[in-house]
């Protein structure tokens, strides 16, 4: 009965300390270490590892400390879509696929991110085919793959 007393205890709490999703992280830094504020005004840059938050169990860098106190200010106004995972892939494939930091979108206020290799510039196919119905089929398969 104690064990399973000290099991139960171990499991609630393992709960309380997991993230409520699941972020893409490189080098255990959200969006390959990229500023999550810098894409916002306008031109995305890389982190330092000085300027480091933890929100939701993941790490976010800055370029400075200003950026890092906006982000703190309201960390919710700043994280990507879908954890950061490739928004077109979510959309079309249900699935998450990491993506390249400098490939995005601003839209309405949120951080779009996507894949781009090659001639898979997933951008391209999301601004050549309907943004706003992708947002809605990628925010339904997000709820289903988020963790």
Known sequence: MRIFLILFILF???????????????????????????????????GKKEFTATYDGTKFQFASKAHLQKFQSDPTAYLPKYGGY???????HGKKVNVDPLTYEIMEGRLYLFYNKGKNNTLEFWLSESPNELVSKADENWEQIRN
Request: hydrophobic share 40%; glycine share 10%.
């Open 12 to 46: 609630t709490s393992a709960l309380g300390w997991a993230q409520s999703i699941d972020y893409n992280t490189k080098n255990g830094y959200a969006i390959h270490g990229y500023d999550v504020v810098s894409y916002f005004e306008g031109e995305p840059v890389e």
């Open 86 to 92: 490739c928004a077109y892939a979510v959309a079309v």
